[in-house]
């Protein structure tokens, strides 16, 4: 190989490279700021040993020796820990030891089913409206007004209000995300839709084409670019707030398994938990890119 | 009869006698009239040999021996509450009925009653066993808080005390109070763990939607207590707590009218002397942890799992202030229990069975393990057994035993109830013309408890509960409104 394939190998994966570079070090920190000093039982009296027994600090190991209890940490987690929670989780990832205790393959699943209901119809609503006020000036001016007030408003503030008025919290934890995934995508919508090039508009006039013709070939292709911009934000708006719906409903979620790990103060199974959040966020977003690229070209 | 013959209030202070009017001359209505038309001599006869005995409390002619002892067994008790009820129910209006049973005798009236509607089988609701296929709605879904106040709710799922009595019960685990009490208005739940003073207050439509529920059965006496921040260890009395920052679970729960009481005895005023917020109790240990809270008056475990995580001690078991208070409850509906009558009375007895199961001492460290996991309590194992043992560290240093720290009790006595009423209306939550004694009767359901817990060939831990004193000051179940306002530091 010559010396210039080697350079342009090596460039093109150098950046992952520094990726793992940086998770290392990271790690390194971690762990080096969560160290446990060993358990040395001679330090304490055989009363105290006996009350942190009953406290669950320390256990016996089966050579009958005193050593800290790994199961109960003072402090951060650090990444062996996690690590060993994870795995423990990932193991059985689609058990149902109970009505409250599925497994995690079984939680993404449920929140997947929540986030892309309550997305898929926010998208429908907020293309169709985006089209309306971004192709009549007197309509967007008209709606605008209610549009900047109920944008800011948070997700999960909408919460107690639906769960009181619809009464079922599959419904209520839809229509979070509904509100989530809105305004990111209408406002694109219409943005882009007041974008178009007059030239096409003004093409489409000369063979006079329908209504409908003209909205299938000119204006939603033309658009296009910018709704799926407005998507990929939007998509991270509802994942955002799928989360804290299912903590506040008590749904079975990757929302509801961080809020119970917390609750039982297990630092690992949140770590855990935010991780799982992450890594699907991570691996949804990177489909719909994907999506998007077949539907998003650049102007010649 | 008449159209009016439904079955009204007995209580019902709608219905006042009309002042002026005598015995002699008042006439009975259409349905005294047809049942005395209808009722021979051979009835009278009949009846004046019955063996109910007649309080001679109204003029009557009855034939029944004056000396024949009033039956106090509790299966007379039960009976003639039914005869009562029903009579009642024949002649809703007081002064006519009072006639009635004037002219033809008690014992008569039941008689000739009985004759038309065979009372004998209304008796023994409890002792009916209900055949599995019976029931309208073998799965059922419960809703319950991770708490051991819940301990017999949580723990039949288990152990096979739903399975027992032919349901398929599921326990749904909320992470809130509210939550539970939305789940229990919107049907997500057929019944649910909730906190004693609950029922009632959704009873009343206060801080809730208003929707008729009822309480069949307290789940644990005792069972809480004061834990404070371990900066705190100095504290002696509601005097040191001045400016603190507490946590109870809920507005209307036992905690917060117990943390008030306690703090109102040292002449703290709860709400301007102390900040106190609602938080759900899991979080509270964790708000201990980061010192965002001086204390909480919690259910266990929350307050062993602070000793555990070694940011808190107990400072005071609320048995101390008083000793076999009520605490969590096992609500359901009207709706659901009228509609599903044979599924509420095998739920009724899975509840009980588990409750009496649960308070024996032999069975806690089975029952600890049994609830600890991820999908009911997720605590660890050690915390609930030093809850149900009684064995426990108290986070000072000492090992300490009571083994009531946590017992379970499920007759849901009235008298609690109005104590729980007279401490809505002391701080201000309802208003004080509610009428103690029909919300009492309606909802916490004494009798059919009883005869449950007889049913099931277990013994009532009271006989009854009329006198209670909490840190000494006894409560007057006669007059709540009056306790209500003795108090130095009250809102009415």
Known sequence: MSKRNITSIGSKYAPYLLSVVILGVFLLVWSALTQVPAFDANKHSADEIMMMEMNGDVTQNEAGEYIRNAGKLDAVPGPGIVFKKAVSELKAPFSKAGTNDHGIGWLVLYTLKRFLTGFLIATVVAVFMGMIIGMNKTLLTAFNPFIQILKPVSPLAWMPLLLYTVKDPFITSVLVVFMASLWPTMANTAFGVSNIKKDYLRVSEMIEMGWMRRFYSVVLPASAPAIFAGLRISFGSALVAVVPAEMLLGELGVGYLSWIEWNNLDISGVIFAIMVVGVVGFLLDYGMSKLAQRFTYTEA | ?492
């Open chain 2, 1 to 492: 009869m008449n159209k009016k013959t439904i079955m009204n209030d007995p209580y019902d202070h709608n219905q006042p006698l009309t002042a002026g009017h005598t015995h002699a001359n008042a006439p009975l209505d259409e349905a005294g009239s047809e049942f005395v038309q209808n009722t021979t001599t051979e009835f009278r006869q009949v009846a004046a040999s019955s063996a109910k005995p007649c309080n001679h409390k109204s003029p009557c002619d009855c034939q029944s021996s004056a000396n024949a002892p009033i039956a106090a067994s509790h299966e007379n008790i039960v009976e003639n509450l039914i005869d009562e009820a029903v009579v009642r129910a024949v002649f809703p209006n007081d002064l006519k009925r009072r006639e009635f049973i004037g002219r033809v005798g008690k014992g008569a009236a039941a008689a000739m009653i009985a004759s038309a509607m065979p009372l004998g089988n209304m008796k023994s609701w409890a002792a009916e066993s209900v055949k599995h296929s019976d029931i309208e709605k073998k799965d059922l879904s419960i809703g319950f808080i991770p708490i051991t106040c819940a301990t017999p709710i949580i723990m039949a799922e288990p152990m096979g005390f739903y399975a027992k009595h032919g349901l398929n019960a599921k326990v749904r685990r909320a992470s809130g109070w509210a939550m539970v009490r939305d789940w229990g208005i919107n049907k997500e739940v057929d019944a649910a763990h909730m906190l004693s003073p609950m029922p009632l207050s959704i009873s009343l439509g206060a801080g809730s939607p208003q929707v008729p529920y009822l309480m069949p059965a307290i789940e644990n006496v005792n069972g809480q207590a004061i834990t404070l921040a371990n900066k705190h260890k100095g504290v002696k009395g509601p005097k040191d707590m001045k400016g603190f920052r507490f946590c109870v679970p809920f507005e209307y729960s036992m905690h917060n009218y117990l943390l008030r009481y306690y703090l109102a005895e040292g002449g703290i005023d709860p709400d301007k002397d102390v900040q106190i917020r609602v938080v759900p109790p899991p979080e509270m240990v964790a708000n201990l942890k980061a010192g965002n809270v001086d204390g909480y008056l919690a259910p266990d475990p929350f307050n062993q799992r602070a000793v555990y995580e070694k940011c808190g001690f107990l400072f005071k078991l609320t048995k101390e202030i008083w000793p076999g208070h009520p605490c969590c409850a096992f609500a359901i509906s009207q709706e659901f229990a009228s509609t599903n009558p044979n599924t509420y009375k095998a739920l009724f007895k899975s509840i009980v069975d588990a409750t009496y199961y649960s308070s024996d001492p032999a069975n806690r460290k089975e029952i600890a393990k049994a609830i600890a996991p991820k999908n009911y309590l997720n605590q660890p194992v050690t915390v609930i057994e030093q809850v149900l043992t009684g064995r426990y560290l108290d986070g000072l240093g000492n090992i300490k035993n009571e083994p009531d720290r946590i017992d379970y009790d499920p007759m849901p006595w009235q008298s609690m109830a109005k104590w729980i009423l007279s401490q809505m209306v002391r701080w201000g939550q309802i208003g004080p013309e509610v009428n103690f004694d029909a919300v009492a009767k309606k909802v916490y359901l004494e009798a059919d408890c009883a005869d449950m817990i007889d049913t099931l060939g277990y013994k009532q831990k009271k006989a009854s509960y009329d006198d209670f004193s909490i840190m000494g000051k006894p409560f007057t179940p006669k007059d709540p409104l009056g306790y209500a306002k003795s108090f130095e530091i009250t809102r009415v």
